[in-house]
C-alpha cells in the first residue's frame, strides 16, 4: 500500500532516468536522512557513535570504493586496507606539514594521493586479469604495509612508529584529535559520506559507470563496441582508490586517532571485502547494509548473551564473530548471490504489489 | 655512482667472498620454497579439477596441524592422531562438498573464489575456538622425524644443516611423485584431469562430480597436513602460518595456475630468491623485512611480460 506506484506518470525519458523514478523511495531516504543528520546526533550515547555510528559511516563509504572497482569494473582487489593507509598517512603529513589547512580539504586532498599510488598498480590490469590481477593488488597491499613501517618520515620519525592525530579545528570546533567530540567527529563523517556517496551514485549511473559495468561483463566485447579499456579500467582504480583513501583518512582521523601499519594490513582488506560481498556486488545500497551488519554483529554477539545470562568470553565471542561473517558468505554465495541490496529489492518488489500476488 | 655500486657490485662481492654462507641461504631459500610448493600444491589440485581458486588451502594446513596436535595432547599415539587428522580431514571434505560445492556448481569461478574465502573465515573461528590461538609445538619426534643437525665444511666455511629439514624436502619429493603417478597412471587421476578439461563432456562419459570433488578435497588436505607436519617442526603450529600461506598465491601465480610442475619451480624459485634478495639487497638497502612483499613483487613482474604465468596454459578467450 506505501510503496504504490499507480498514478506516478512519467512523460520525459529525463524523469524515467532520474535519481528517484519513485516517489516513496525519495521518501524513505528523505527520513533516513532526517535520522541521520538531526536525531541521531542528538539521541546517540557515547558508546553507539564510537561502536556503530561513525564505524558503519566509515565502512560503507570503504566499501563504496571497493565496489566500484570490484562490483562495476569486475576487477577484483585485495589491497584496499593498503590504500586505506595511504589515504591516512597523507592526510596526516598534510596536516601536519600545513597545520593552518582545513581539515575537510585534507581529507578529500588525501583522497588524491591514494588514486595516484592505485592507479599505478593498477596499470598491470591492462594486460593482467582475474585471480592473476589479485595478485598485483595483494602486492601493492604487502609492499606499502612494509613502506609505511620503513619509511620514516611518514610517521614524522616517531619512536613508536604510530601516527596520533592532532588536533585540528574549523572555526573554533574541533573535529579530529584527542579535543574532538564524538558528535563532532560524527557530522564530519557525515558530511564527507554523504558527498561521496552521491558522487558515486551518480558517477555509477552515468555514462562512466556504463562504460564500467560494459567492462565487468567482457572487457573484449565492450572494446569492441569502442569502449577505451585503458580509460574505463584506469579510471575505476582512480576512482576507487580515491574514495578508498578518503575512507582511509577518516578512518585514522574521525575514528581511530591513531594508527600504526599493521592496522591497515590484509585483514582490513578482508572486512571491507566481505562489506562489498554480503551487501551485494555492483550496488551502492549493499555497502550500507553490509557495513550497517559487519559493524552491528560483533555488538550484537557481545550483548546478547549478557541479555540471557550467560558468561561467554569476549574472545570466544570475536570467534565466534569470525565464523558467522564466514558462514553468512557462504550462505547469501548460495541463497542471493547479489547480497542483501537484492533482498531489499525484492522486498520492495513486493511491497509494491502488495496485497495483489502480481 | 656510490648506490649503484651498492645495488650492482656489492652484493655479488659478498657472495663470492663467502661461499659458505651463500649456500646456507640457499639451503635455507630452497626448504622455505619447498613449503610454499607444498601449499601452492594443493591449490594446483584443486584448480585443476575443478576451476576453484580454494582460498582455503592456507587455513587447511593450519587447521589440520592443530587437529594433529590436538588429537596428541587429548592422550592418542601419535600415529593414531595421524590417522585421526586423516579422518577429520576426509569428514572436511565431504562436509564442504556437500554443503558448500554442491549448491554453488555452475556458478562464476569468483563466486566460488568467495565462498573458499567463507570457509577460510569459517575455520579460523572454529579453530581458534576448538584449538586456541596460541603457538603449539608439533610433535616432530613422536613421529619419528629427526632431530640432528649436520655440519659440512665446503670450501674450507661452514654450513648447518638441520636433519628435519632434510626429510622436509625428501618427503616432499616423494609426495609430489606419488602425485604425478597417481594424476597421470591410474583411473581415478585421469578422471580429475578430464573433469578439468572439461567438465560437461567428463560428466557424460560418467564421471561423479561428487566423488572427485571429495576425492581432490581430501587429497588436498593431505597434502595440507604434511605442509602443516613439516612446517610445524620448524616453526611451531600457530594461525601466523595462514599468512604465510597466502605466499603460496604468488607461487602459483609464477608457475601458472594449471601446472603441478610450475607450482614446485616457482615455489622454490620464490623461496630461494627472496631468501637472497632480502640478505644481499634488503637488508642492506632497505632496512629489511622485504620478505614480505618480494614475492607479489616478483609475480607481479613475470605476470605483465607472461599473463599466464611461466609453466601456465595459454590464456585464449573468445567473445
Not at chain 1, 620514516?152 to 592525530?165: D, E, F, M, R, T
Amino acid at each position: 500500500m506505501l510503496y504504490r506506484t499507480s498514478g506516478q506518470f512519467k512523460t520525459t525519458y529525463r524523469s524515467d532516468q532520474a535519481l528517484f523514478p519513485i516517489r516513496q523511495d525519495a521518501i524513505l531516504l528523505g527520513l533516513i536522512l532526517i535520522f541521520a543528520w538531526a536525531i541521531l546526533p542528538f539521541t546517540a550515547s557515547e558508546f553507539a557513535f564510537q561502536t556503530l555510528l561513525i564505524p558503519v559511516l566509515i565502512y560503507a563509504l570503504a566499501a563504496t570504493g571497493l565496489n566500484i572497482l570490484t562490483g562495476y569494473a569486475g576487477q577484483l582487489s585485495l589491497g584496499t586496507g593498503a590504500f586505506m593507509g595511504v589515504g591516512a598517512y597523507a592526510c596526516y603529513k598534510m596536516i601536519t606539514i600545513f597545520p593552518e589547512m582545513n581539515l575537510l580539504v585534507a581529507v578529500l586532498a588525501s583522497g588524491l594521493f591514494s588514486a595516484a599510488v592505485g592507479v599505478m598498480f593498477g596499470l598491470p590490469s591492462l594486460r593482467i586479469k582475474g585471480f592473476y590481477l589479485a595478485i598485483a593488488t595483494l602486492a601493492a597491499q604487502f609492499f606499502l604495509i612494509w613502506l609505511f613501517e620503513k619509511w620514516a618520515w611518514l610517521y614524522n620519525y616517531n619512536a613508536s612508529g604510530a601516527i596520533q592525530v592532532p588536533n585540528v579545528e574549523i572555526f573554533g570546533v574541533h573535529f579530529a584529535g584527542p579535543l574532538a567530540t564524538s558528535q563532532a567527529q560524527y557530522y564530519f563523517v557525515l558530511v564527507v559520506v554523504t558527498l561521496l556517496t552521491l558522487v558515486a551514485i551518480n558517477l555509477t549511473r552515468g555514462n562512466l559507470g556504463r562504460s564500467w559495468k560494459a567492462v565487468r561483463d567482457m572487457d573484449i566485447a565492450a572494446e569492441l563496441i569502442g569502449i577505451n579499456l585503458l580509460k574505463a579500467k584506469l579510471t575505476a582504480f582512480a576512482v576507487s582508490s580515491y574514495i578508498v583513501g578518503v575512507a582511509g583518512a577518516l578512518f585514522v582521523f574521525s575514528w581511530r586517532g591513531a594508527a600504526e601499519p599493521n592496522l591497515f594490513d590484509i585483514e582490513l582488506s578482508f572486512r571491507v571485502l566481505f562489506i562489498a560481498i554480503i551487501g551485494g556486488l555492483g550496488s551502492i545500497l549493499g555497502n550500507w547494509l553490509g557495513a550497517i551488519l559487519i559493524v552491528a554483529l560483533p555488538v550484537v554477539l557481545n550483548t546478547v548473551p549478557e541479555v540471557f545470562g550467560l558468561d561467554i568470553k569476549s574472545a570466544t565471542v570475536e570467534h565466534i564473530n569470525v565464523m558467522i561473517v564466514g558462514a553468512l558468505i557462504v550462505f547469501f554465495l548460495i541463497v542471493e548471490p547479489h547480497g542483501l541490496a537484492r533482498l531489499w529489492a525484492l522486498i520492495r518488489e513486493k511491497l509494491i504489489h502488495w496485497p495483489f500476488p502480481y | 655512482m656510490e648506490f649503484l655500486r651498492a645495488v650492482f657490485i656489492d652484493p655479488f662481492a659478498d657472495m663470492i667472498a663467502a661461499p659458505d654462507f651463500l649456500l646456507q641461504v640457499l639451503w635455507e631459500g630452497l626448504v622455505s620454497g619447498v613449503l610454499y610448493a607444498l601449499i601452492a600444491l594443493g591449490f594446483v589440485l584443486i584448480f585443476r579439477s575443478s576451476r576453484i581458486f580454494n582460498f582455503a588451502q592456507g587455513i587447511m594446513v593450519v587447521f589440520a596441524a592443530l587437529t594433529l596436535v590436538g588429537l596428541h595432547q587429548m592422550g592418542l599415539p601419535a600415529w593414531f592422531a595421524f590417522a585421526g587428522t586423516l579422518l577429520v580431514m576426509f569428514l572436511l571434505a565431504v562436509v564442504i562438498e556437500r554443503v558448500v560445492l554442491r549448491p554453488l556448481v555452475g556458478q562464476p569461478d569468483i563466486m566460488l573464489f568467495m565462498a573458499t574465502i567463507g570457509i577460510t573465515l569459517f575455520l579460523v573461528g572454529g579453530g581458534e575456538i576448538i584449538f586456541g590461538g596460541e603457538n603449539k609445538q608439533m610433535i616432530s619426534d613422536e613421529l619419528g622425524i629427526p632431530d640432528a643437525s649436520l655440519e659440512f665444511n665446503p670450501f674450507d666455511g661452514f654450513l648447518l644443516i638441520e636433519a628435519r629439514d632434510i626429510t622436509v624436502v625428501v618427503g616432499a619429493a616423494l609426495m609430489v611423485a606419488a602425485l604425478l603417478v597417481f594424476l597421470n597412471r591410474s583411473k581415478m587421476g585421469r578422471a580429475i584431469r578430464a573433469l578439468g578439461d572439461d567438465p560437461q563432456a567428463a560428466l557424460s562419459v560418467g564421471i561423479s562430480l561428487t566423488t572427485i570433488w571429495v576425492l581432490v578435497w581430501f587429497m588436498a588436505g593431505i597434502i595440507a597436513l604434511m605442509t602443516g607436519i613439516a612446517w610445524g617442526s620448524r616453526a611451531g603450529v600457530s594461525f601466523a602460518l595462514e599468512i604465510i600461506a597466502l605466499k603460496a598465491l604468488p607461487v602459483l601465480m609464477l608457475g601458472g595456475l594449471e601446472s603441478i610442475s610450475g607450482a614446485i619451480v616457482g615455489g622454490i624459485a620464490i623461496g630461494v630468491l627472496e631468501k637472497l634478495f632480502e640478505i644481499y639487497w634488503g637488508q642492506p638497502l632497505m632496512g629489511g623485512g622485504t620478505e614480505g612483499w618480494f614475492a607479489y613483487v616478483l609475480a607481479l613482474t613475470v605476470l605483465l611480460f607472461r599473463p599466464q604465468g611461466l609453466f601456465g596454459e595459454k590464456i585464449i578467450e573468445r567473445v
